[in-house]
């Protein structure tokens, strides 16, 4: 168990738990601040964030960054953003449930070091692998969850939102921008569960 977040990264950096260590080129722990309340948690790196090692710096993460802004949210100060997997699955394929399984302890404990009382699901990965729901995510999206002393909020995934230009009233990137808004509106009541 790493006891800070200089230990988790290079226990991160230096994971061999599944095959995706050896296809990587950087190890995608997260970025954003580190006492921030919110977590934002998506899937995978793609390439860009494994070329980079930051997650959400290619065309998806453009699209959250703009989301992010509109809603009055710094993704530098007012949040952690991760993801499920550390490490870039080939192809940007899917990662398997057993990548899941092995790079879940990471993620786990960012949670603990984090913990915050809000966090964000980008996509039906993170909703599957932090609260174990299936599918849903057109259902759940902008409903609150509330356990284990969090509030958990389903939203579309970005790269997901990629394939939808239109802002119009209903549509899936005018949705996630009032989940953004509702992250903003809690985050200033300081509406965390009991």
């Known amino acids: 168990m790493s006891s ?35 977590l934002l948690i998506g899937e995978a790196p793609g390439q860009q964030e494994d070329e980079q090692g930051e997650p959400f710096v290619g065309r998806a993460g453009q699209l959250l960054e703009k989301l992010l802004g509109e809603a009055g949210l710094d993704s530098r100060r007012d949040l952690y953003i991760a993801n499920v997997i550390k490490c870039r699955p080939p192809q940007n394929r899917k990662p398997t449930r057993t990548e899941i399984e092995r790079c879940l302890p990471w993620l786990h404990q960012q949670l603990e070091l984090l913990d915050p009382p809000l966090v964000v699901l980008a996509g039906a990965t993170a909703l599957q692998a932090v609260l174990g729901i299936k599918g849903g995510i057109s259902k759940l999206r902008g409903q609150w969850i509330e356990q284990q002393g969090r509030a958990y909020l389903p939203v579309f995934h970005p ?34 569960p009991q």
């Open 159 to 192: 790269s997901y939102l990629l394939r939808f230009g239109s802002r119009a009233p209903g549509a899936p990137q005018e949705l996630t921008l009032a989940d953004m808004q509702d992250v903003r509106r809690r985050l200033d009541r300081k509406d965390w």
């Open 4 to 38: 800070s977040w200089p230990h988790l990264s290079a226990a991160c950096h230096g994971c061999e738990r599944c095959e995706l260590a050896t296809t990587r080129h950087n190890v995608v722990v997260g970025r954003g601040n580190p006492q921030a309340s919110v």
